[in-house]
């Protein structure tokens, strides 16, 4: 006579084994670990091996585990009936529940399948991103990002994942400032243009903005070239990347002005050029602070934080922070509302900040000059005679 254990074991593995599976809770739990009240498994992909994962729901909090399909059913196994008294296996043929008694006598029934339809086996919801990798998008297969049939290459995920997060920053700029009111965007130290093309992408193809120009300024004339070169391929007929620098550049009509990872004061090039033009979203990621650092090592102020300034890496990342702050004042001076994110930049590299301002309206002359004093008293505070911006605007 076969017992209820040994059939529940052997409905359980075939339907692993035909694909049946649709899932199996655990419940009835007289184990010995703490707030464990239920277990559900359910079949999942993941790098193209069918597995079982394992929701272990707690009073205040689940934890998820991933097996293979032997490992899942020979652990589903080993909790009955020691921890859990009662389990139910749901496939596309049948329902199939076994109870397990105070005495050790087991109760099992077999019932008509509660769906007859497999679910989707995937590992999560996969994530809608902005730019999705097709064969249509000649420009990442030219940036060798995906091969000709559209799949993005192993070694180049995370520049793709990187991509689609700084798109995702810039998507609700976007939207406060009205995408309407974009028509020409200059990104200023450009490289190799994978964000350029990526954000040409997302507001001509996603947002649909016909009218939008993006111009890439790039001092590096083969990386100019190149990029000309695979804008006319993909059929991107107002981008254009131009030789320069960024205090070179000169365009009166800046909506939306770029710039990441522009060394040192080439930020503030930068953000002086958005400004100077009223650009509507100035959006920068600053790097390489030394102009600020260098004036912190010389003068060396007494001041309360002396006592972290003495080491270097402190010093280092309160120049950074000094540096972007009083930009971010001065953004707020010329009637910018202001916001510091976190940018990531790579998946080698550190995470960066991200200095926002758009354009609202002039602010009043007290505020300005409260934004002033404050400046001069914090420069004052660190030793610090001059920062870039402030010089370049002659506030």
Known sequence: MTLPIDEFESLLRESLETSTFVKLSLGNYQGTEEQLKNIYIREVLLKGERRLTFT???????????????EGADLILSYLPRDFKAATLFTTLFDATIQFKSKGNAFFRKDKPSTKEKPAIVHDKQKKRAIVASSEKKYLHELNITDAAGNVYKNAQDKYKQINH?????????????????KNVVDMGSGKGYLTF????????????????????????????????????????????????????EDKKIDLLIALHACDTATDDAIYQGVKSEAKLIVVAPCCHKQIRRQMEQHKAKNELEVLTKYGIF???????LTDGLRA??????????????????????????????????????RKEQI??????????????????ESLFGI
Do not use: W
Not at 173 to 181: A, F, Q, T, Y
């Open 198 to 249: 990526a954000l040409y992408d997302y507001l001509h193809q996603v947002l649909k903005l016909e009218q939008v120009h993006i111009t890439g300024v790039e001092f590096r004339k083969d990386l100019v070239d190149l990029c000309n070169a695979i804008a006319q391929k993909a059929g991107f007929d107002l981008l254009t990347f131009t030789e320069g620098t960024i205090v070179e550049y």
């Open 56 to 70: 272990y729901r707690y009073k205040t909090r689940d934890i998820v585990k991933n097996f293979n399909q032997n």
């Open 372 to 389: 002033r004093q404050q400046i001069q008293q914090t420069k004052s505070y660190f030793g610090i005679s001059k920062h870039q911006l």
């Open 315 to 321: 010093l280092e990342r309160q120049a950074e922070m």
């Open 166 to 182: 700084y798109i995702e920053l810039l998507r609700p700029l976007i939207d406060e400032v009205g995408g309407e009111h974009i």
């Open 329 to 366: 004042l001065i953004l707020e001076y010329f009637g910018y509302k202001t916001k510091v994110l976190e940018f990531i930049s790579d998946a080698h590299t550190p995470k960066n900040v991200l200095i926002v301002g758009v354009r609202t309206k002039e602010i009043s002359s007290d």
